[in-house]
C-alpha cells in the first residue's frame, strides 16, 4: 500500500473513532441528568415515557418522522458510498 493511501486510511480511521466517541446516547444523557438532579428512573419508566409520547402523535406526524428519517439513511448511505469513492 502506497504511503498517501496508508496516511488516507490512517485519517479516515481516526476520523471515525472521533465520530464514535462524540456520540452521545440521548437516553443516557438524559439519566445522567437526572441521576444530577438527585431522581432517577428505571427502565420500564422510561419505555412508559416514550410510549405516553409516541401516543401523543397524530398520524401525520409520525409519518413525517418516518420520512425524516428514510431521508437522513439516504443521505447517509449516499455519502457513505461517495467516501468509499463508490459515487465517482
Same mark, same amino acid.
Given at each position: 500500500?502506497?504511503?498517501?493511501?496508508? %496516511?488516507?486510511?490512517? *485519517?479516515? *480511521?481516526?476520523?471515525?473513532? *472521533? +465520530?464514535?466517541? +462524540?456520540?452521545?446516547?440521548?437516553? /443516557? &444523557?438524559?439519566?445522567?441528568?437526572? @441521576?444530577?438532579?438527585?431522581?432517577?428512573?428505571? &427502565?420500564?419508566?422510561? &419505555? +412508559?415515557?416514550?410510549?405516553? /409520547? /409516541?401516543?401523543?402523535?397524530?398520524?401525520?406526524?409520525? &409519518?413525517?418522522?418516518? @420520512?425524516? %428519517?428514510?431521508?437522513?439513511?439516504?443521505?447517509?448511505?449516499?455519502?457513505? @458510498?461517495?467516501?468509499? @469513492?463508490?459515487? %465517482?
Amino acid at each position: 500500500m502506497g504511503k498517501m493511501k496508508e %496516511k488516507f486510511m490512517e *485519517e479516515q *480511521e481516526r476520523l471515525i473513532r *472521533e +465520530a464514535v466517541e +462524540a456520540f452521545v446516547d440521548d437516553d /443516557w &444523557q438524559y439519566q445522567e441528568y437526572l @441521576n444530577s438532579l438527585g431522581k432517577s428512573i428505571s &427502565q420500564k419508566e422510561s &419505555q +412508559a415515557n416514550h410510549d405516553a /409520547w /409516541w401516543d401523543s402523535l397524530t398520524d401525520e406526524q409520525k &409519518q413525517q418522522l418516518y @420520512n425524516d %428519517k428514510e431521508e437522513v439513511d439516504e443521505i447517509s448511505i449516499e455519502e457513505m @458510498n461517495h467516501d468509499l @469513492n463508490f459515487g %465517482k
